[in-house]
């Protein structure tokens, strides 16, 4: 899946140019950056790709989430509903901006269940926050029109599926919001790096100004710049985006390959018996980096990861036992061991997650396996995996 593993001359050019100037900051020093701005070069084509008005590169995923929301105006108070499948960023993001996470259940999409969401909302939900997991667009028409129905604002977290689309309209761009990540894990990578993108002006200039301390980007002369209110510094660097122009100029042979690897393994796997795969909202729109099925139960399902890994696979997930990326190892969050203190009144509003109950989606997690689709495969390579692969989870049936 990610983008470092077609690193080529066209990264190793694009970061030259930055360091024949020197100039590693994304604003100011008009007279000696030989007019390269490679962070706006990257946003332009963000822009083009995703289809939107606007687009704000910034320092990774987490930060674009963060800013999402202040920029929205959400925070102290406000309730924002994330999945209880998602990388640990989602709470992360919403507590730093001084919201109050809501979790709530994933169904056999592995991302929001609907149903879960108007179950989850109170007088003080603010935002749906899906997230795209593993390359696939959640089920976007009935998220779309709960938040419109109830006056919500959707964000759209498509860290792990740029590239990816809905009904035909690239992800990022179905919600007010939409936040990507460029680390070095993901399908298209900066080494560190992320975006904010939107079609609503007043929005992006608050993102702008939120992730720069404020700046309001209005002078050449940063110094006399004007700040409306207090922001942070999420900016980018110069180097990190030089390395994302190369890569996203990659991004339609990414998602060829990896659809044509994927395939294959599917095609193997679909001819087991008693093996379901996961419902994909639009699979003419699935960005191709995961193979994501269900076994029949969750000890085959951890018999089949093991087969896999034995066999040699590697980014094989049973996604229950993860630490990172589902609700049931979140031991930190729940038993709220915070590295400092957080608002007595942000503690008080957030449910109790040591008790909470996940039921509806242990029962997709636990039977979930996932595995990753490499993009440096060569086709004759993907389709002999496949056999390895089918294989593997068979003797684990
Ligand atoms: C990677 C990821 C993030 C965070 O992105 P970073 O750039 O690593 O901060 C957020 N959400 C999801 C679902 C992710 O996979």
Known sequence: MPGYELFDERERKEVAEVMETGVLMRYGFKGVRAGRW??????DAIRERAGVKHALLLADGTAALTTALAALGVGGGDEVIMPTFTFVASFES??????????????DTLCLAPEAVLKAITPRTKVVMPVHMCGVAADMDAL???CESRGLFLVEDVCQAFGASYKGTFLGGLGNVGCYSFDFNKIVTCGEGGAVVTNDEELYKRADMYHDHGHDHGHDDRGAEGHPFPGYNYRVSELHAAVGCA??????????????????FKDALAELPDLTFRRLP?????????LCFFMPDESRARAAASALKEAGAEGVFHWYDNNWHYVRNWRHFKERHFANPVASSLLTAMPDYSKADFSASDRWMSRCVSISIKLGWTEEEAAAKAQIAVKAVKSAL
């Open 38 to 43: 490679k962070a706006k070069e990257m946003e």
């Open 94 to 107: 919403i507590m730093a901006a001084g919201a109050i996470p809501i979790l709530a259940d994933v169904d």
């Open 144 to 146: 779309r029109e709960i």
């Open 247 to 264: 890569q996203i100029s990659k991004l339609d042979g990414f998602v060829t390959r990896s659809r044509q690897s994927k395939k294959y």
């Open 282 to 290: 639009d699979p003419e729109g699935d960005c191709g980096t995961f």
